[in-house]
């Protein structure tokens, strides 16, 4: 069984083309600059072979067509005839309070979807283009939306409503969704695998450009860092995460931005790049913080002490935790922020050992007589996508 996953932005759709019989890849791709000049796909195989085709591809269907031809490329793909895949799992970014689990594509799905673009009008409207074109391309291969939000369905309504009148909620659905539940699912599923426990209560830091943290008990989100947008929570790479709002409202007015202005500067302009005035990138800071630059070592104590804050409410959420969970870029990577984080949570039974730490692709992080568990787990969203679509698609 192959599954192909697609992850597409307005301009840009990455796929990978995944062998479900032993979970490995077979190729993956890029097409980037879609309906703009210049358009451009780059393909790898499992065996090393690469393609590059420049060809500009006005909207998604152009796009997806093109993802086909170089799959079905007789000398750099890894398919003989289309009807190989067997389902299709599209990345979808919100589900709003529409769906609370990944979903079979149909008409109805994607008006649905197409209803609230306004959730998240930077992303949807990509993901329905593709979904759409995939369909007029590829025909009656069924195929499954997962969505960025749907592990977070399962939080109590205290935890994922505002301090706003409920009526406001009700009506226009402002409230806490979370992101990166792709992530979140996986590595809290592969955590319990290793624990050989499933109910293990988990913190979960996904520590990325983007970067969130979630609460798990019983395989099941009860808390989560991001919000409405991915805005709120963790100080990011670019991103500011929590703020005063009335904060905002002054910093709009001396900055001079227009409304429309201020979230995009909170997303593009703020974060680790924005106080270290230089890199969003942690390996550039923690480089700089080693030759003495102040600031850069500022960023990487708030980014990490802003994580520490959230992960002692989470385990005071949990009740207790059995396991503290590294992955993303920065998780899995950063050995520096990992200790900054653990640093100082002994109270809690939570002890880092920091020649594991140091030891790239150690799962086990927390010396021998630590009663919590500090691991380091890689995500594979794409997997994470396909093993969703493999379930769903062999039940109908
Ligand atoms: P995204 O949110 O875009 O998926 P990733 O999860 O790939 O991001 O994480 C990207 C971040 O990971 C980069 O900003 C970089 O700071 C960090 N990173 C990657 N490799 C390393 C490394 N070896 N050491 C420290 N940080 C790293």
Known sequence: ?????????????????????????????????ITFAGGKLTQKTFD???????????????????????????????????????????????????????????????????RNVELGPLHMPGNI????????????????????????????????????????YEEHKIRKYGFHGTSHKFVSEETGKLLGNKNAKMVICHLGNGSSISAV???????????????EGLIMGTRSGDIDPAAVEFLRAKLGLAPEEVVNYLNKKCGVMGISGFSSDIRDLTAAMN?????AKLALEMLAYRVKKYVGSYIAVLG???????????????????????????????????????????????TKDSKVKIMVVPTNEELSIARETKELTQVK
């Open 291 to 295: 030759e003495g630059n102040e600031k």
């Open 48 to 114: 090393g072979r690469e393609t590059v085709i420049e060809k500009d591809m006005p909207s998604h269907k152009e796009a997806m067509q093109l993802v086909l031809d170089a799959m079905l490329d007789e000398k750099s793909g890894a398919l003989k005839s289309i009807d190989e895949i067997s389902a299709v799992g599209h990345r979808v970014l919100h589900s709003a309070e529409d769906f609370h689990s990944s979903v079979v594509i149909d008409d109805e799905v994607i008006r649905i979807c197409e």
């Open 217 to 231: 008990k019983d395989g099941k989100c009860q808390d989560t860092s991001m919000g409405f947008t991915p805005l």
């Open 320 to 366: 207790g935790v059995d396991a503290i969970v590294f992955t993303g870029g920065i998780g899995e990577n950063s050995s520096l922020v990992r200790s900054l984080v653990m640093e100082g949570m002994d109270y809690c039974g939570a002890v880092i050992d920091l020649d594991k730490n140091a030891v790239r692709g150690e799962t086990y992080i927390n």
């Open 1 to 33: 069984m192959k599954i192909l996953v697609i992850n597409a932005g307005s301009s840009s759709l990455k796929y990978q083309l995944i062998d479900m019989t032993n979970e490995s890849v077979i190729l993956k791709g890029l097409c980037e600059r």
């Open 129 to 168: 283009a593709c979904i759409k074109s995939c369909r007029e391309v590829m025909g009656d291969v069924p195929m499954v939306a997962v969505f960025d939000t749907t592990f977070h369905a399962t939080m109590p309504q205290k935890a994922f409503m505002y301090g706003i009148p409920y009526e406001v």
